[in-house]
């Protein structure tokens, strides 16, 4: 039958179809791939510039300077711009890359089980048209066979030589034959019947659930693969607002650019606070001559303040500790008797303002060793077994002698400095606040104010690299403590053994770390007795 190979044709286009289909969707999820591929590389590299770029410790000039200042902004923002990228990677790779190749698993799986349906319900009809077929052939070779018979049954009733026996025996075969033709024909229209009724159900049911699932399974690729289209636009404009924000802090960084106060930074940085020269006098050789005071009398040149290190034509002698590769890279201590001579004026009051904020902080700090090695004193004389408090007597004696050491020598640098600024000199030693370290008013206070978020991201670095930092420094964070301690002192804080502690102060020097336990409390405790935990 011809509809046989039509309907073959059909199951044929509509496999290239879906065929079809499935390779553009695996195409389109290639595409997807190496997008992403392309967006994490360009993330990358972005952040990748933007560490290259960001500023190094010990570059203390340019942390000075708004243009600076403003271009740390930039980096930053250029690497928040780069998290933003790596974030949409992972919604992509997550949303949109997964699904697709999870649905295209799930759609050869659907495709290939109708197109088995299809088969089946082929090979069903066409079992059904070889059943009615072999009927009817039956029937057809049996009313051949049964024409035969009558056309000799008429013959021997025409002959006259035949006789009635023979007759007789002629009907009973053509009977019996005919009853077997009556049967064949049934049996034909019964399964033709059977046929009839299965086809129309092949083409009226069968076949069409089967391309209405064909249908759906297109519909559906062209459908998960539009929603991707949206989903991958998607993804980008949820981090758009993060990004657009990171586009404003660049452009808020080009406007805080502000030259006027670089300028004055510099002015601040190398002004000298030398007088002008006087005005150049008329020499009358047949008089004799008179210069204003501050000229020589030999080449009338303006007289240059004495400066060590620095030759006459303003050169500077290199001295024999300059670029000095020193044992351990350790440089020596700082002269104490440094008073910065070789300056002019106003550098040389900087740096004396300079050394008077690093005698302090050194002050401070050994007043709090001090402090901690009383506690810790009075702590081992009531519990003998913790420790020997002569070697803490001992440790006192080198402490008091480094502070009357520090106190002399920030004495000393507090008067030369009173001197450089014409004022008059306070007792030295007794004022150690650090508020004064920069002047007030001067054009790098504001300068000053907005490093302070730059350079914080590097104190603790600073701090851990600091040579009289004690190495059992804990940072913050949680610890477990090794001994029981008794907490009588006040301030202090009962602890037991193995119990975790959440650190709120760190050790300063002295000794003595404050802590909270589980249940809110907080105190003091030794630092000997706590062990971090790497949380």
């Known amino acids: ?35 992403i591929e392309v967006e994490q590389t360009y993330a990358k590299l972005l952040r990748n510039l ?12 340019e942390s000075r300077f708004s243009v600076c200042l403003s271009f740390n902004t930039v980096l930053n923002e250029l690497n928040s711009y780069g998290m933003q990228r790596e974030v949409m990677v992972e919604e992509m790779s997550e949303k949109v890359q997964g699904e697709l190749l999870k649905f295209s698993q799930e759609l050869r799986s659907e495709r290939k089980r109708h197109f088995q ?57 053509l009977n019996a034959r005919l009853h077997v033709v009556e049967e064949s024909k049934n049996e034909y229209a019964s399964q033709l019947q059977n046929f009839n009724q299965e086809q129309r159900k092949h083409f009226t049911v069968s076949l069409p659930q089967i391309y209405k699932g064909l249908q759906d399974l297109d519909e559906k690729r062209s459908l998960t693969i539009g929603e991707s289209y949206k989903a991958l636009a998607g993804v980008e404009q949820q981090i758009s607002p993060i990004i657009s924000k990171c586009l404003e802090g660049m452009v808020d960084a080009g406007n805080s650019v502000d030259v006027k106060k670089d300028s004055a930074v510099v002015v601040e940085m190398y002004k000298s606070g030398l007088e002008a020269p006087g005005d150049y006098p008329f020499e009358d050789f047949t008089q004799g001559t008179t210069r204003p005071r501050g000229w020589t009398g030999s080449d009338c040149s303006p007289a240059v303040p004495k ?10 002698i290199m001295g024999k500790t300059k670029n000095k590769l020193w044992l351990f890279g350790k440089k ?18 900087r740096k004396l303002q300079q050394r008077v904020c690093e005698l302090k902080k050194e002050l401070q700090k050994e007043l709090d060793q001090r402090d901690g090695m009383i506690k810790m004193k009075d702590l081992y004389e009531k519990n003998p077994h913790l420790g020997d408090s002569t070697l803490i007597q001992t440790s006192m004696s080198e402490n008091s002698a480094t502070i009357e050491r520090l106190q002399t020598e920030l004495a000393r640098i507090e008067s030369l400095l009173l001197e450089t600024k014409g004022g008059q000199s306070s007792p030295g030693g ?16 504001a300068m000053y104010e907005d490093l302070a978020g730059v350079s914080q991201e590097f104190d603790d670095d600073e701090f851990e690299n600091d040579d009289d930092v004690p190495s059992h420094s804990l940072s913050y964070g949680c610890v477990k403590a090794l001994y029981p301690f008794d907490g009588k002192d006040e301030g202090s804080l009962v602890i037991h053994a193995n119990e975790v502690l959440n650190i709120i102060e760190k050790d300063n020097g ?11 409390k907080a105190g003091y405790v030794p630092t000997s007795y706590l062990e971090s935990t790497g949380a």
């Not at 046989?4 to 997807?32: A, C, M, P, R």
């Not at 007794?430 to 206070?445: I, K």
């Open 50 to 61: 933007a560490r290259k770029y960001s500023p190094k410790r010990g570059k203390e000039e």
């Open 307 to 316: 400066m060590d290190g620095v030759t006459s034509d303003g050169k500077q």
């Open 510 to 520: 002295d000794g003595w770390t404050r802590v909270r336990n589980q249940r809110g």
């Open 1 to 35: 039958m011809s509809w046989g190979t039509e309907l073959w044709d059909q199951f044929d286009n509509l496999e290239k179809h879906t065929q079809w289909g499935i390779e553009f969707l695996e195409k389109y999820s290639k595409f997807v791939k190496e997008r």
């Open 117 to 173: 349906d299809v088969r089946k319900a082929t090979q069903h009809l066409e079992q059904y048209l070889k059943i009615m077929d072999n009927s009817k052939k039956r029937f057809e070779r049996e009313w051949k066979e049964a024409e035969k018979l009558q056309m000799n049954l008429e013959k021997l009733e025409h002959d006259s030589n035949t006789t009635k026996l023979d007759v007789d025996k002629a009907k009973t075969q």
């Open 332 to 349: 020596p201590m700082k002269n104490s008797t440094e008073d910065y001579n070789n300056l002019p004026p106003e550098q040389r009051r």
């Open 430 to 445: 007794t004022n150690h606040n650090s508020d004064d370290c920069h002047p007030v008013g001067s054009p790098e206070d």
